[in-house]
């Protein structure tokens, strides 16, 4: 028999994915560069479903029916696009040719349009909620053509997450669409961590609260609003005792945080769009900072003296306020880090014409991803109904939330500037909204320097056109437009 589809690259994700395609009943040819990753696969895995096991290239190709579906799971960058020079010459027009890995957008772009040149339906498939996710059902985001939709439809909702009877899986706008819904996907995943990082931080610093105690706080967070899968897993990790030595877990961890680059791609991109991602913006610079380790012990030394604030000056807390406190601003901070990726999901669909439908993208992140959570339901019935909402904290869930947290939201962040308990995330999503809500912003006096230094002119509140005043001379103002 010919198989559905094919599955290059059996490394972790990929042979997962294959198990994943193979449960389901679809007969999946397996091809691996290293051929032991094949046979080892089929050997152990052999019995979960039909697999058509390739040893060269050739035969795999030759495995699949046509039009041909192909994925392709090998490390990204340069191997992914060795892989596809190898392919591309043994494919016929009309077949399909899946990037699976995480992918730079930008290179899916470039590859899709090379292909498409050649009669090669080239699809960019972000594929969410790692080694676990590949085997028991990721959130699938696709991009491509329609004709290669339809012949990779049935296999990829039957291997994705399913919420409600839903599959996590959508089909989301042609070429790079799929790969930039990931690629922001991750970027919120980096806000969603570094704000449940700042809570474990100010309930411990503030409160005294010890990882365990604090492992209960979260556990009953998970009862309410916040409820998702990171928090359920913050509880596990900060409940976790470290065998060796007996301590909390976290506190025998390195603290200088990885990254595998995704949340840089999504500020890199968020700049270039003009979209202020400020909460992934943070942290991200959040994970350098901590990886300084040599920066820190210096300006640790040269401040180890440094007086705190006279107590008596500081906002006395109460535990059960604080705690509750510090549950208000976390949620209203992750709700400026979605409405902020969202933004940059819209801006990115106009800049490709991607035509993105964002209630979509929230309703496939509700299962099989990290970020999964209670609370993408709301941005779900957020953007069905209001497709063309201006942001997301004008939403009335989400307007009522962050208007019920406000006051809280700001004595947590004073709390921390007063005790030196850095929060850069919830200081900047605070005054990112402050910022938005502002009736005047001082923009006006750097719109004034700006015409001081460069003759850059302005506008004026007054009356329509563009002004520059002769700064220099006798001030006089003249009408630039
Ligand atoms: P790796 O990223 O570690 O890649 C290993 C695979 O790539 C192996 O199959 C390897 O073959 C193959 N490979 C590398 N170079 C070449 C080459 N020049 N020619 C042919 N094959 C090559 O594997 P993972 O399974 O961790 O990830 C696969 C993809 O999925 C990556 O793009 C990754 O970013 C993405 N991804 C990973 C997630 C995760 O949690 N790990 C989550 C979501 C996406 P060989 O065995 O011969 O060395």
Same mark, same amino acid.
């Given at each position: 028999?010919?198989?559905?589809?094919?599955?290059?690259?059996?490394?972790?994700?990929?042979?997962?994915?294959?198990?994943?395609?193979?449960?389901?009943?679809?007969?999946?040819?397996?091809?691996?560069?290293?051929?032991?990753?094949?046979?080892?696969?089929?050997?152990?895995?052999?019995?979960?479903?039909?697999?058509?096991?390739?040893?060269?290239?050739?035969?795999?190709?030759?495995?699949?029916?046509?039009?041909?579906?192909?994925?392709?799971?090998?490390?990204?960058?340069?191997?992914?696009?060795?892989?596809?020079?190898?392919?591309?010459?043994?494919?016929?027009?009309?077949?399909?040719?899946?990037?699976?890995?995480?992918?730079?957008?930008?290179?899916?772009?470039?590859?899709?349009?090379?292909?498409?040149?050649?009669?090669?339906?080239?699809?960019?498939?972000?594929?969410?909620?790692?080694?676990?996710?590949?085997?028991?059902?990721?959130?699938?985001?696709?991009?491509?053509?329609?004709?290669?939709?339809?012949?990779?439809?049935?296999?990829?909702?039957?291997?994705?997450?399913?919420?409600?009877?839903?599959?996590?899986?959508?089909?989301?706008?042609?070429?790079?669409?799929?790969?930039?819904?990931?690629?922001?996907?991750?970027?919120?995943?980096?806000?969603?961590?570094?704000?449940?990082?700042?809570?474990?931080?100010?309930?411990?610093?503030?409160?005294?609260?010890?990882?365990?105690?604090?492992?209960?706080?979260?556990?009953?967070?998970?009862?309410?609003?916040?409820?998702?899968?990171?928090?359920?897993?913050?509880?596990?990790?900060?409940?976790?005792?470290?065998?060796?030595?007996?301590?909390?877990?976290?506190?025998?961890?390195?603290?200088?945080?990885? %990254?595998?680059?995704? $949340?840089?791609?999504?500020?890199?991109?968020? *700049? +270039? #769009? @003009?979209?202020?991602? /400020?909460?992934?913006?943070?942290?991200?610079?959040?994970?350098?900072?901590?990886?300084?380790?040599?920066?820190?012990?210096?300006?640790?030394?040269?401040?180890?003296?440094?007086?705190?604030?006279?107590?008596?000056?500081?906002?006395?807390?109460?535990?059960?306020?604080?705690?509750?406190?510090?549950?208000?601003?976390?949620?209203?901070?992750?709700?400026?880090?979605?409405?902020?990726?969202?933004? %940059?999901?819209?801006? $990115?669909?106009?800049?490709?014409?991607?035509? *993105? +439908? #964002? @209630?979509?993208?929230? /309703?496939?992140?509700?299962?099989?991803?990290?970020?999964?959570?209670?609370?993408?339901?709301?941005?779900?019935?957020?953007?069905?109904?209001?497709?063309?909402?201006?942001?997301?904290?004008?939403?009335?869930?989400?307007?009522?939330?962050?208007?019920?947290?406000?006051?809280?939201?700001?004595?947590?962040?004073?709390?921390?500037?007063?005790?030196?308990?850095?929060?850069?995330?919830?200081?900047?999503?605070?005054?990112?909204?402050?910022?938005?809500?502002?009736?005047? *912003?001082?923009?006006?006096?750097?719109?004034?320097?700006?015409?001081?230094?460069?003759?850059?002119?302005?506008?004026?509140?007054?009356?329509?056109?563009?002004?520059?005043?002769?700064?220099?001379?006798?001030?006089?103002?003249?009408?630039?437009?």
């Amino acid at each position: 028999t010919r198989a559905t589809i094919g599955v290059t690259g059996l490394a972790t994700m990929g042979r997962n994915l294959a198990r994943n395609i193979a449960r389901h009943g679809h007969t999946v040819a397996v091809h691996n560069r290293t051929t032991s990753r094949m046979t080892s696969l089929v050997e152990q895995f052999g019995d979960e479903g039909d697999f058509v096991g390739a040893e060269t290239i050739e035969d795999f190709v030759a495995a699949i029916e046509q039009p041909r579906a192909i994925i392709v799971m090998v490390k990204a960058g340069a191997p992914t696009d060795a892989v596809i020079d190898e392919l591309v010459p043994l494919l016929d027009e009309g077949d399909i040719l899946v990037d699976a890995g995480n992918a730079h957008f930008a290179d899916t772009l470039r590859r899709e349009k090379a292909l498409s040149d050649k009669g090669i339906h080239f699809v960019g498939m972000g594929v969410s909620g790692g080694e676990e996710g590949a085997l028991n059902g990721p959130s699938i985001m696709v991009g491509g053509s329609d004709h290669a939709y339809e012949r990779l439809q049935p296999v990829v909702d039957s291997i994705a997450a399913q919420v409600d009877g839903t599959p996590c899986a959508a089909h989301l706008g042609p070429d790079a669409a799929g790969h930039f819904v990931k690629m922001v996907h991750n970027g919120i995943e980096y806000a969603d961590m570094q704000l449940i990082a700042e809570s474990f931080d100010l309930l411990r610093s503030v409160l005294g609260l010890e990882p365990s105690e604090i492992a209960d706080v979260f556990r009953e967070w998970n009862e309410g609003d916040l409820e998702s899968f990171l928090i359920e897993m913050t509880a596990d990790v900060l409940a976790h005792t470290d065998a060796s030595t007996g301590k909390p877990f976290v506190d025998v961890v390195g603290d200088a945080a990885e %990254q595998k680059g995704t $949340g840089r791609w999504t500020v890199q991109s968020a *700049l +270039d #769009l @003009g979209v202020p991602v /400020t909460g992934i913006a943070e942290a991200t610079f959040a994970r350098s900072l901590s990886g300084h380790t040599s920066q820190r012990a210096a300006v640790r030394e040269t401040f180890s003296d440094l007086a705190d604030l006279d107590p008596s000056t500081q906002r006395q807390v109460d535990r059960d306020a604080f705690v509750d406190d510090v549950r208000a601003a976390l949620y209203a901070s992750k709700i400026v880090a979605y409405a902020q990726g969202f933004d %940059q999901l819209a801006a $990115g669909s106009k800049e490709h014409g991607w035509d *993105l +439908d #964002l @209630g979509e993208v929230a /309703t496939i992140w509700r299962g099989g991803c990290i970020i999964r959570a209670r609370f993408l339901d709301r941005i779900k019935e957020a953007y069905a109904a209001e497709p063309d909402l201006e942001t997301l904290l004008t939403a009335p869930w989400f307007a009522d939330a962050i208007g019920e947290g406000v006051q809280a939201w700001r004595r947590v962040v004073a709390v921390s500037a007063e005790r030196g308990v850095p929060a850069p995330a919830f200081a900047s999503s605070l005054a990112y909204f402050d910022g938005l809500r502002r009736d005047r *912003l001082p923009a006006a006096l750097i719109q004034a320097l700006r015409d001081n230094f460069g003759a850059h002119t302005y506008t004026r509140v007054d009356r329509d056109g563009s002004f520059h005043t002769d700064w220099a001379g006798d001030r006089s103002e003249s009408s630039a437009s």
